[in-house]
């Protein structure tokens, strides 16, 4: 198979250019752009759900607060080992986010995820000083 991605003849060291017959064939393939892997089919039904957090330094304890409501919720309804993680198929943060993100993501041994959202607050109050330190 032809790369999605290939030096054009006579240009510039280090450029590529879109190989436009392997973009064709990947995006055949079900790839959702040239040169990206196909993803794994949602969860649940045809729906792909995603959970995206912003960042804001400290103000972490903000989405780390609705989403430890939003977990308590969703375990009065499936019992207490859900988790925010089991309801998204793909979950994003951005700075402070990503840190939450990889909070409710990260496995444990039984590759559950090894946070619950409520301990998120709990991680902010003693490690901001540490992560996020005063401006002088």
């Known amino acids: ?20 017959a392997a973009a064709r064939q ?10 990206t892997p196909k993803s794994p089919p949602p969860a649940y039904g045809s729906i792909v759900t995603v959970l995206s957090i912003d960042g804001g330094g400290v103000r972490g304890i903000i989405p780390g607060t609705i989403l430890a409501f939003l977990e308590a919720k969703l375990q009065e309804l499936d019992g207490p080992g859900a988790r925010v993680a089991d309801y998204f198929d793909v979950v994003a943060g951005t700075s402070t986010g990503g840190l939450v993100t990889a909070m409710l993501t ?14 998120i607050n709990d991680f902010y109050l003693k490690h901001s000083p540490k992560i996020f330190p005063a401006k002088r």
Not at 1 to 20: D, K, S
Not at 26 to 35: D, I, K, N
Not at 110 to 118: N, T, V
């Open 1 to 20: 198979m032809a790369p999605v991605y290939a030096a054009e003849p006579g240009a510039q060291q280090g450029v590529l250019t879109l190989n436009p």
């Open 26 to 35: 990947a995006l055949s393939r079900g790839a959702s752009a040239p040169g």
């Open 106 to 119: 990260a496995p444990d041994k039984e590759g559950r995820p090894l946070f619950a959202a409520k301990e």
